[in-house]
């Protein structure tokens, strides 16, 4: 009996981790989004220019660098499937949920597109900074040498700067200086004045410099200085806030409101506006509140979408589709129901133990094959095939933007709240064997015992459980029967000589 009970009290410990196995499963489907994709971008300067199309700010034309991978991402919760399927109107129910994740998609793109913008600033900046000072100072030398050096043809001037060393790689080193002067926190349009009229300095130094006696004695005037300081203030005035500082901000709005209107400063359709204040706030990071660009870039993304998605056809397939994971969760879940009943219910009988199949056989991990075993192994064929870019190359027709956005995708990622199920599975696969055992060895220790009547009269019920060879008696007979040769031939003809006597 105390084997029994040590049995028993096994079965039960390992009962209570099934019964902890089954509930994880079941609840995970509630406190962890049912499906969640993540698509990693690496956009290269060409196909962020074919994406977004060329932006000006002012006169100033956007410079786009090849970009650090960004990271969006889309999750469905359960609840959000639940919802429509008890809603009166499930198509306007549906609509609305399509409405509510064209909002979480604006939020989630908009401070990854003013991170991506804050890179283009940064580019735009150093290339305008560099495009001006060498402009003005090229500008500057040539009408120099023309006034020093009268019918001077073109090629000549061009043999002059050569000599002075003013050419591509100068004011490449100078665009370092540039970009130093605006990483240094400190920079304003004076400064970028001064570092210009400095650069032209030094460019009238290196005429000086020369052979030419003509160009010898050359010095940077007051009036040239005046000249210098309006043109910058033209052309990067753009970029400074009120207080005349270079700002990086000011530079993000400015593009990322080219971006909310199309570029083309068109209005942005009436639905646009729909996105909630709140939601437009998240959009920014935890450091800083939304700026009005942010709410307006965010408006105009989810209002893209809507108007793409929206309508009552798509909101149908949705709604079916929302059915389908819905179906397949509630599939799941019953294995998992049925099991912990089981569990519940056999925990007061002397045997506890229940038969663990149900869940792995009535495919309780069905939502983790539907939901991450097969698309994340339609992404492994999609990267052996040489990823969406390769793919896009090979379907004819398709249009430019979208090859672009797919040769921009670096990786996609899939997740589901089916994971739990998943690994509540493998570890019942585990615990199948030692289960298995105690629950073999408690069910021969727990069997009926029968006494020797019911035994025999068990038999007696079952003619079948008898041996099939005859059964020969022994016998004991006097004297050596090796000795008396009429017992013995008796005996081998089968009869019995003392009996006939």
Partial sequence: MKSVQQHRTALMIMNVIVALLCIASIAGYFFIPLFTVRVKLTPSAEDLRTIVGNISVGDVEVVYPDLETMELELSFDTI?????????NPIAETEALIARKADDIAVSVTPALRSVVTQVAEVTLVETVKTEVSQIATDKAKELIADAIPDISEDEQQA???????????????????????????????????????????????????????LSDLTLSEEDRQQIDEIVEENIGEFTDEEG??????????????????????????AVRALSLEAAAAAAPASAAATDTDEELAAT?????????????????????????????????????????????????????????????????LPFLIFFLIPSAGMLAVDLAGGFGA?????????EVVAAVFRSITNISFMTSGLFAFIAAVALIILFIPYNIVKKTLTLELAPRLTPEEEVDYISQNPSLMPQEPIVKEHTVPGDPYLDEELFEADRNGTDKSNEE
């Fill in 160 to 214: 002059i700067l050569e000599e002075a060393q003013i050419n591509d790689e100068y004011f490449e080193m100078k665009s370092e200086e540039a970009l130093e002067l605006l990483n240094s926190g400190t920079a304003d349009l004076g400064a970028v004045q001064d570092f210009a009229a400095d650069t032209v300095e030094e460019v009238y130094d290196k005429l000086s410099a020369t052979d030419h006696e003509e």
């Fill in 301 to 365: 993304i989810s209002g893209y979408i809507r108007d793409f998605l929206i309508g009552e056809s798509s909101a149908a397939i949705f709604y079916y589709l929302g059915l389908g994971a819905i179906a397949l969760m509630a599939f799941s879940m019953l294995a998992w129901v049925y099991l912990l009943l089981k569990v519940f219910i056999k925990g007061f009988s002397m045997n506890p133990a229940v038969k663990l199949k149900a869940p792995i056989i009535l495919w309780g991990w």
């Fill in 245 to 270: 500082n270079l700002s990086m901000d000011t530079i993000v709005d400015l593009i990322l409101s080219e971006l909310a209107s199309d570029g083309e400063g068109t209005a942005s359709a009436p």
């Fill in 80 to 88: 959000e499937f639940i919802g429509p399927v008890f809603s009166s």
């Fill in 391 to 399: 793919l896009a190359g090979r379907v004819a027709g398709i249009p």
